[in-house]
């Protein structure tokens, strides 16, 4: 049982442009990103998905000269990005993590994939609805229901964002929803503004030099220690991006 994770990734952000290269103490967010994704137990390979535009051939060339995995698609049909890469690096299932997202937790990451296997489940995700922090959000799905979505999915909305045809055809597709086991607080932790790049910088220049691969647990714990830190984004709503 194969699963890749595929990270979505383009320079052409409208509010925040280049984002996905920008340093955070000192290596670009996408880095970032890679690195933690790769210490998920239940992922065996980390591919960046970005473009076919001159814009992003930045992305690719950072893949090349950190031996990463990159492939290049459709800028705006992403679901047939997602399902020509799955061509190329094959498997069984695709976690799908979008590159505005520096703290990922591996650990959410094998959780949730855990529970899309032990389900046997199509579309496994914790934001549909949402159960954890924006910029937490993991989705996973077994290749062939990616491959039913890309031979299906015939609106604009559905072909950029990659997993709605799933999620929203339920009579079709067993889709589950992975539960925080408390409550948590529904924070800004995504990366779509200057505030939230200020934001995450503050929280990686005290967690990263004590664990490169902190988890959301020490995220929180900081921001209750420093609950001003949150000033720097609450005026932006979750989930602003169209794609990244």
């Known amino acids: 049982m194969k699963v890749n994770a595929f990270i979505q990734?383009?320079?052409s952000s409208s509010r925040l442009p280049g984002k996905v290269l920008t340093n955070i103490v000192d290596k670009p967010m996408l880095q970032h990103i890679v690195e933690r994704l790769r210490n998920a137990k239940m992922i065996n390979e980390?591919?960046?998905l970005t473009?076919?535009?001159h814009s992003?051939?930045?992305?690719?060339t950072f893949c090349d000269s950190h031996?990463?995995?990159?492939?290049?698609?459709?800028?705006?049909?992403?679901?047939?990005?997602?399902?020509?890469?799955?061509?190329?690096?094959?498997?069984?299932?695709?976690?799908?993590?979008?590159?505005?997202?520096?703290?990922?937790?591996s650990e959410l990451v094998?959780?949730?994939?855990?529970k899309h296997l032990a389900a046997k489940a199509d579309f496994t995700s914790n934001c549909h609805p949402a159960m954890y922090p924006d910029g937490l959000d993991v989705e996973v799905m077994k290749a062939s229901a990616?491959?039913?979505?890309?031979?299906q999915a015939d609106t604009a909305h559905q072909r950029e964002h990659v997993t709605p045809f799933l999620f929203t055809h339920q009579e079709q597709f067993l889709c589950v929803n992975y539960d925080a086991p408390t409550e948590l607080p529904l924070l800004r932790l995504t990366v779509d503004h200057p505030e939230d790049l200020t934001l995450i910088k503050k929280i990686y220049s005290v967690l990263y030099p004590l664990d490169t691969n902190?988890?959301?647990?020490?995220?929180?714990?900081?921001?209750?220690?420093?609950?001003?830190?949150?000033?720097?984004?609450?005026?932006?709503?979750?989930n602003e991006a169209t794609e990244v």
């Open 146 to 151: 990616l491959h039913s979505a890309q031979s």
């Open 46 to 48: 980390v591919v960046v």
């Open 56 to 60: 992003d051939d930045a992305i690719s």
């Open 51 to 53: 473009s076919n535009e």
């Open 9 to 11: 990734a383009r320079m």
């Open 110 to 114: 094998d959780d949730i994939v855990a």
């Open 67 to 105: 031996h990463i995995a990159c492939f290049r698609g459709s800028l705006n049909d992403v679901l047939n990005r997602f399902y020509m890469a799955s061509q190329i690096y094959p498997a069984d299932h695709i976690v799908r993590i979008t590159a505005d997202c520096p703290l990922v937790d």
């Open 214 to 238: 902190f988890n959301l647990q020490k995220t929180l714990n900081l921001l209750a220690e420093n609950p001003t830190w949150l000033d720097d984004n609450k005026q932006f709503s979750r």
